[in-house]
Structure formats: structure tokens, C-alpha cells
């Protein structure tokens, strides 16, 4: 390849909306944590080495809710309440989560957790409820 000397359209895009096809049987309610397998198809978040967190569902998607697409529309960054999946204070602002479900987060253990951050702590609403930055690959 050599570099280019003219204008050239890279069909570029903001990051803020993304759309990821749906593995086969799957279905994402809007506002689910959004994962994406190792075969790079969506499916709900799990906590799972092989699942990496891609943003919250933007609307439903799935045959399973009465959706037709194959694919998902997705919300690659922001601020969104999750629940927590340990008590959390005031002290966990600013500590990163990880994944449990398409709606619960934990805290993140170094060196075990490393790579599986979703998110960061922004506010602490109650003991099982938190707002988290969302930390997306």
C-alpha cells in the first residue's frame, strides 16, 4: 500500500452508538449490559473470561422480544445505574467494576480481575445500587 495524496472517505463515525450482530438465539432487553463473545456476536453480559463488556443496550433486540433484527444497538460510553453485587459506601467511588450479569456489577480484584474492568464508580445511590462510568473495549 502506498499513502494516500487525495481525499478519502473512511466512513467515519462517533463512538457513542454501536451496532453488533446478535449470536444466534439470543436476546438483549434495552438497558442490559452488553456483551460480546468470543466469536464477535452480542450477547447478554456475563461474568465470564471470554465475554468482554461493549455498552448497555440502546433498545431490545432479539427474536425473543419481538424483535426482528440480528442485531443490537448499543451505548459504547456514559453514566448508568447498575446493581451491585457487594454492599457498597461511600469509599467505593472511583473503584472499578466488573461484570456478574447484564444488570450487576462487582469490584474488580487486582491481579486476578485485571482486564475484565466494565466501569467505574461514579456515585453510590445505596448499599446495592450504584452509577458507574461505563469502561467499554
Not at 64 to 69: E, V, Y
Not at 93 to 113: E, G, I, S
Request: glycine share 8%.
Amino acid at each position: 500500500m502506498t499513502a494516500i495524496t487525495s481525499f478519502k472517505d473512511v466512513a467515519r463515525q462517533e463512538n457513542n452508538i454501536g451496532h453488533l450482530k446478535l449470536a444466534p438465539g439470543v436476546s438483549i432487553p434495552e438497558g442490559a449490559l452488553v456483551g460480546v463473545n468470543a466469536q464477535g456476536l452480542a450477547t447478554n453480559a456475563a461474568e465470564s473470561t471470554a465475554d468482554k463488556v461493549v455498552g448497555v443496550a440502546a433498545s431490545p433486540a432479539g427474536a425473543g422480544l419481538g424483535k426482528t433484527a440480528d442485531h443490537v444497538q448499543f451505548w459504547t460510553y456514559g453514566v448508568i445505574t447498575v446493581n451491585a453485587a457487594f454492599s457498597a459506601k461511600q469509599s467505593d467511588v472511583a473503584a472499578y467494576v466488573k461484570v456478574k450479569d447484564n444488570q450487576t456489577v462487582d469490584k474488580v480484584t487486582l491481579p486476578a480481575d485485571a482486564g475484565k474492568e466494565c466501569g467505574r464508580i461514579v456515585e453510590v445511590l445505596s448499599s446495592s445500587k450504584i452509577r458507574i462510568a461505563l469502561k467499554t473495549v
